[in-house]
Protein backbone atom coordinates (compact mmCIF):
# COMPACT_ATOMS: atom_id res chain seq x y z
CA UNK A 1 0.00 0.00 0.00
CA UNK A 2 1.92 3.28 -1.46
CA UNK A 3 1.06 6.47 -0.08
CA UNK A 4 2.12 9.53 -0.30
CA UNK A 5 4.66 11.15 1.43
CA UNK A 6 3.06 13.85 4.02
CA UNK A 7 3.40 15.17 7.63
CA UNK A 8 2.59 12.97 10.06
CA UNK A 9 -1.23 12.82 10.78
CA UNK A 10 -1.38 15.55 7.75
CA UNK A 11 -0.39 18.45 9.87
CA UNK A 12 2.29 21.14 8.84
CA UNK A 13 4.80 22.34 10.08
CA UNK A 14 6.48 26.14 9.88
CA UNK A 15 9.80 28.01 11.40
CA UNK A 16 8.76 31.66 12.28
CA UNK A 17 11.54 34.13 13.17
CA UNK A 18 8.99 36.63 14.87
CA UNK A 19 8.51 40.36 14.10
CA UNK A 20 10.71 42.51 16.69
CA UNK A 21 9.34 45.67 16.07
CA UNK A 22 7.43 47.97 18.00
CA UNK A 23 3.21 47.79 18.39
CA UNK A 24 1.21 50.42 19.41
CA UNK A 25 1.39 49.57 22.62
CA UNK A 26 5.01 49.31 22.90
CA UNK A 27 5.55 45.79 22.85
CA UNK A 28 7.55 43.91 19.89
CA UNK A 29 5.86 40.54 17.96
CA UNK A 30 3.41 39.51 16.08
CA UNK A 31 -0.36 39.61 14.64
CA UNK A 32 -3.29 38.94 17.22
CA UNK A 33 -5.51 36.76 15.22
CA UNK A 34 -7.29 33.45 15.82
CA UNK A 35 -8.30 29.92 14.30
CA UNK A 36 -11.71 28.42 13.24
CA UNK A 37 -10.19 24.80 12.94
CA UNK A 38 -6.84 24.45 14.28
CA UNK A 39 -5.19 23.46 16.92
CA UNK A 40 -1.88 25.04 16.80
CA UNK A 41 1.66 24.25 18.93
CA UNK A 42 4.44 26.66 19.53
CA UNK A 43 7.74 24.99 20.48
CA UNK A 44 10.70 27.37 21.37
CA UNK A 45 13.34 26.99 19.26
CA UNK A 46 15.55 30.06 20.15
CA UNK A 47 14.56 33.02 22.18
CA UNK A 48 12.36 33.97 25.34
CA UNK A 49 9.17 36.12 25.22
CA UNK A 50 5.21 35.61 25.58
CA UNK A 51 2.12 34.71 24.09
CA UNK A 52 -0.87 36.90 24.76
CA UNK A 53 -3.96 35.25 24.30
CA UNK A 54 -8.11 36.01 24.59
CA UNK A 55 -10.68 33.54 25.03
CA UNK A 56 -14.04 32.96 26.48
CA UNK A 57 -12.26 33.54 29.78
CA UNK A 58 -10.63 36.66 29.10
CA UNK A 59 -6.91 37.97 28.88
CA UNK A 60 -3.89 35.82 29.52
CA UNK A 61 -0.53 35.60 29.13
CA UNK A 62 2.44 33.01 28.71
CA UNK A 63 5.95 33.02 29.38
CA UNK A 64 8.10 31.05 26.64
CA UNK A 65 11.31 29.40 27.08
CA UNK A 66 13.25 28.02 24.99
CA UNK A 67 12.37 24.20 24.96
CA UNK A 68 8.81 24.67 26.08
CA UNK A 69 5.93 24.12 23.95
CA UNK A 70 2.48 26.05 24.06
CA UNK A 71 -0.72 24.16 22.68
CA UNK A 72 -3.87 26.36 22.19
CA UNK A 73 -7.49 25.63 20.41
CA UNK A 74 -9.61 26.60 18.29
CA UNK A 75 -10.87 30.36 19.05
CA UNK A 76 -8.00 31.32 21.02
CA UNK A 77 -6.92 34.59 19.72
CA UNK A 78 -3.20 34.47 20.34
CA UNK A 79 -0.25 37.10 20.13
CA UNK A 80 3.36 36.58 20.13
CA UNK A 81 5.33 38.80 22.39
CA UNK A 82 9.50 39.35 21.67
CA UNK A 83 11.33 41.59 24.10
CA UNK A 84 14.57 40.92 22.82
CA UNK A 85 14.25 40.19 19.51
CA UNK A 86 15.75 36.68 19.46
CA UNK A 87 12.51 34.72 19.41
CA UNK A 88 12.18 31.89 17.05
CA UNK A 89 9.02 29.18 17.19
CA UNK A 90 8.34 26.03 15.44
CA UNK A 91 4.57 26.16 14.54
CA UNK A 92 2.89 22.82 13.98
CA UNK A 93 -0.99 23.21 12.63
CA UNK A 94 -3.48 20.44 12.28
CA UNK A 95 -5.32 19.93 9.54
CA UNK A 96 -2.73 19.93 6.46
CA UNK A 97 -2.02 23.52 7.72
CA UNK A 98 -5.24 24.89 7.37
CA UNK A 99 -4.15 28.03 9.08
CA UNK A 100 -1.60 28.77 6.08
CA UNK A 101 -4.99 28.23 3.55
CA UNK A 102 -7.35 30.47 5.24
CA UNK A 103 -8.01 29.48 8.50
CA UNK A 104 -7.12 32.53 10.56
CA UNK A 105 -8.86 35.68 11.30
CA UNK A 106 -6.94 38.88 12.85
CA UNK A 107 -8.59 40.65 15.54
CA UNK A 108 -9.60 43.92 13.86
CA UNK A 109 -11.58 46.33 15.18
CA UNK A 110 -15.34 46.48 13.73
CA UNK A 111 -13.97 48.95 10.90
CA UNK A 112 -11.85 46.51 8.96
CA UNK A 113 -14.16 43.25 10.22
CA UNK A 114 -17.73 44.39 9.15
CA UNK A 115 -17.11 44.79 5.37
CA UNK A 116 -15.51 42.36 3.78
CA UNK A 117 -14.09 44.37 1.10
CA UNK A 118 -12.32 46.60 3.28
CA UNK A 119 -11.26 43.27 5.34
CA UNK A 120 -9.87 41.58 2.07
CA UNK A 121 -7.79 45.57 2.05
CA UNK A 122 -6.53 45.32 5.54
CA UNK A 123 -5.30 41.79 4.89
CA UNK A 124 -3.54 41.96 1.64
CA UNK A 125 0.44 42.21 2.20
CA UNK A 126 3.27 42.87 -0.48
CA UNK A 127 6.03 43.97 1.55
CA UNK A 128 7.42 44.26 5.22
CA UNK A 129 5.44 47.70 5.79
CA UNK A 130 2.37 46.14 4.86
CA UNK A 131 2.72 43.29 7.22
CA UNK A 132 3.62 45.56 10.26
CA UNK A 133 0.48 47.84 9.15
CA UNK A 134 -2.21 45.01 9.51
CA UNK A 135 -0.77 43.74 13.12
CA UNK A 136 -0.52 47.06 14.26
CA UNK A 137 -4.26 47.26 13.52
CA UNK A 138 -5.08 43.78 14.77
CA UNK A 139 -3.63 44.75 17.78
CA UNK A 140 -5.60 47.76 18.11
CA UNK A 141 -8.27 45.49 17.99
CA UNK A 142 -6.78 43.04 20.18
CA UNK A 143 -6.68 45.82 22.68
CA UNK A 144 -9.97 47.07 22.60
CA UNK A 145 -11.33 43.64 23.30
CA UNK A 146 -9.12 43.58 26.13
CA UNK A 147 -10.39 46.32 27.66
CA UNK A 148 -13.56 45.28 27.42
CA UNK A 149 -12.82 42.30 29.33
CA UNK A 150 -11.27 44.38 31.89
CA UNK A 151 -14.26 46.65 31.90
CA UNK A 152 -17.09 43.61 32.67
CA UNK A 153 -16.56 40.08 31.67
CA UNK A 154 -20.11 40.10 29.84
CA UNK A 155 -19.48 43.02 27.54
CA UNK A 156 -15.57 41.25 27.16
CA UNK A 157 -17.80 37.63 25.98
CA UNK A 158 -20.63 39.50 23.84
CA UNK A 159 -17.61 41.44 22.28
CA UNK A 160 -15.98 38.08 21.87
CA UNK A 161 -18.91 36.66 20.31
CA UNK A 162 -18.91 39.52 18.04
CA UNK A 163 -15.65 39.34 16.52
CA UNK A 164 -15.90 35.13 16.02
CA UNK A 165 -19.73 36.19 14.17
CA UNK A 166 -18.29 38.96 11.79
CA UNK A 167 -15.18 36.32 10.96
CA UNK A 168 -17.41 33.88 10.23
CA UNK A 169 -19.51 35.61 7.99
CA UNK A 170 -15.77 36.04 6.16
CA UNK A 171 -14.80 33.05 5.65
CA UNK A 172 -18.22 31.47 4.32
CA UNK A 173 -16.18 30.94 0.80
CA UNK A 174 -14.13 28.71 1.84
CA UNK A 175 -15.91 26.30 4.21
CA UNK A 176 -16.46 24.26 1.63
CA UNK A 177 -12.98 23.78 0.61
CA UNK A 178 -12.07 23.75 4.13
CA UNK A 179 -13.79 20.78 4.72
CA UNK A 180 -12.67 18.86 1.19
CA UNK A 181 -8.87 19.32 3.01
CA UNK A 182 -9.89 17.99 5.81
CA UNK A 183 -11.71 14.76 4.11
CA UNK A 184 -8.36 14.08 1.66
CA UNK A 185 -5.40 15.14 4.37
CA UNK A 186 -6.35 14.70 8.07
CA UNK A 187 -9.25 11.95 7.97
CA UNK A 188 -7.41 9.96 4.94
CA UNK A 189 -4.51 9.61 7.12
CA UNK A 190 -6.40 8.07 9.65
CA UNK A 191 -7.90 5.67 7.44
CA UNK A 192 -5.11 4.75 5.86
CA UNK A 193 -3.65 3.94 9.71
CA UNK A 194 -6.64 1.72 9.81
CA UNK A 195 -5.81 -0.11 7.06
CA UNK A 196 -2.51 -0.78 8.04
CA UNK A 197 -3.87 -2.36 11.34
CA UNK A 198 -6.30 -4.72 9.39
CA UNK A 199 -3.14 -5.84 7.41
CA UNK A 200 -1.28 -6.12 10.71
CA UNK A 201 -3.89 -8.41 11.86
CA UNK A 202 -3.48 -10.56 9.16
CA UNK A 203 0.35 -10.51 9.34
CA UNK A 204 0.30 -8.81 6.05
CA UNK A 205 3.65 -6.62 5.96
CA UNK A 206 4.42 -5.79 2.43
CA UNK A 207 3.23 -2.33 2.61
CA UNK A 208 6.14 -1.63 4.91
CA UNK A 209 8.65 -2.05 1.81
CA UNK A 210 6.55 1.18 0.57
CA UNK A 211 8.52 2.80 3.06
CA UNK A 212 9.67 6.70 1.92
CA UNK A 213 12.11 9.31 3.68
CA UNK A 214 13.16 12.71 2.76
CA UNK A 215 15.39 15.75 4.15
CA UNK A 216 13.91 18.59 3.53
CA UNK A 217 17.14 20.86 4.13
CA UNK A 218 16.72 24.32 5.96
CA UNK A 219 15.60 27.65 4.10
CA UNK A 220 15.76 31.06 4.69
CA UNK A 221 13.09 32.86 6.08
CA UNK A 222 11.79 33.76 3.00
CA UNK A 223 7.71 34.54 3.57
CA UNK A 224 5.80 37.47 5.10
CA UNK A 225 3.68 35.95 8.11
CA UNK A 226 0.92 37.46 10.78
CA UNK A 227 3.91 37.14 13.41
CA UNK A 228 6.99 36.88 11.67
CA UNK A 229 9.02 35.82 8.66
CA UNK A 230 8.38 32.20 8.02
CA UNK A 231 10.21 29.11 6.78
CA UNK A 232 7.80 26.58 5.29
CA UNK A 233 8.98 22.65 5.52
CA UNK A 234 6.09 21.73 3.27
CA UNK A 235 4.20 23.82 0.98
CA UNK A 236 0.74 24.42 2.12
CA UNK A 237 -0.86 23.96 -1.03
CA UNK A 238 0.46 20.61 -2.43
CA UNK A 239 1.72 19.12 0.87
CA UNK A 240 4.45 18.31 -0.79
CA UNK A 241 8.00 18.63 1.13
CA UNK A 242 9.89 22.33 -0.15
CA UNK A 243 11.87 21.47 -2.92
CA UNK A 244 10.03 18.46 -4.63
CA UNK A 245 7.91 18.56 -7.42
CA UNK A 246 4.81 16.32 -7.87
CA UNK A 247 5.33 15.32 -11.71
Known amino acids: ?70 VFTPGTIHRLINPNGDLEILVIMQNSGLPERGDNIVCFTDEWLADKDRYTEAMTVKTIEDAYRRRDRGVEGFLQLKAAFEDDPEKGCEALRKIYRQASLLVDAQKD ?30 YLFGAQHFLIEAQNYSSLGFCGHLNRYFDPATLMPEGVRQE
Open 177 to 206: EWGSIIEKGALTEADVALQRVDLLKNHEID
Open 1 to 70: MNHALRMPGATLLTRLKVYDTVTPDGQRGGTPHFHFLCTEMYFVLNGTGAVEMIDGQGFSRVDLKPHSAL
